[in-house]
T-cell receptor, first 113, second 110 residues
Framework: EAQVTQNPRYLITVTGKKLTVTCSQN?????MSWYRQDPGLGLRQIYYSMNVEVTDKGDVPEGYKVSRKEKRNFPLILESPSPNQTSLYFC????????????FGSGTRLTVV | GEDVEQSLFLSVREGDSSVINCTYTDSSSTYLYWYKQEPGAGLQLLTY?????DMKQDQRLTVLLNKKDKHLSLRIADTQTGDSAIYFCAESYTGNQFYFGTGTSLTVIP
């Protein structure tokens, strides 16, 4: 089944403890992206990647890192999480020309206390 | 990013039609999309329209695009309780930059 898989689905952590949210897609998509969803703000893009070893900042990159060492994986790293990073995170992927839109993962609900 | 605006809430009675509206600012948008998010789930692509089209129909869904006014709408005919969800409008141009609206929460009253 074609899908984007994120892990974990739920995570509660403490301020300053490094964490990684994994994302993997099995559709051979070139393009991958991370979004955060907050009430009343819709989806805001954190980082995106056009292909292996090519990443760029989205609208809200502060406090996040990403890497794209393989085509299928695009982990999101929070080196020192803070409470304002409590949010619902989505990974998504698409073909290069985006004509069929994104395929989204099921989301990761992160709480930083 | 570009501005994509939607109203936050919409309530309709079961069996009525729902119309969800969206305005966008980027006149170079190539594709416009509607996504559905059910509680606790990711976003699912419902339908999309190319910017050179005015209308697209897909079963109970009708998408209307007014390029002059930069207005996109999604009409759901015979709305059912299973249609209750958040609906996101999104735009993109080639280059994979997607811009999403804030989402419209549709409540269907039985």
């Amino acid at each position: 089944e074609a899908q984007v898989t994120q892990n974990p689905r739920y995570l509660i952590t403490v301020t300053g403890k490094k964490l990684t949210v994994t994302c993997s897609q099995n559709m051979n998509h070139e393009y991958m992206s991370w979004y955060r969803q907050d009430p009343g703000l819709g989806l805001r893009q954190i980082y995106y990647s056009m292909n292996v070893e090519v990443t760029d900042k989205g609208d809200v990159p502060e406090g996040y890192k990403v890497s794209r060492k393989e085509k299928r994986n695009f982990p999101l790293i929070l080196e020192s999480p803070s409470p304002n990073q409590t949010s619902l995170y989505f990974c998504a992927s698409s073909t290069r020309d985006s004509s069929y839109g994104y395929t989204f993962g099921s989301g990761t609900r992160l709480t930083v206390v | 990013g570009e501005d994509v605006e939607q109203s936050l809430f919409l309530s309709v009675r079961e069996g009525d039609s729902s119309v969800i509206n969206c305005t966008y600012t980027d006149s170079s948008s190539t594709y416009l999309y509607w996504y559905k998010q059910e509680p606790g789930a990711g976003l699912q692509l419902l339908t999309y329209i190319f910017s050179n089209m005015d209308m697209k129909q897909d079963q109970r869904l009708t998408v209307l695009l007014n390029k002059k006014d930069k207005h996109l709408s999604l009409r759901i005919a015979d709305t059912q309780t299973g249609d209750s969800a958040i609906y996101f409008c999104a735009e993109s141009y080639t280059g994979n930059q997607f811009y999403f609206g804030t989402g419209t929460s549709l409540t269907v009253i039985p």
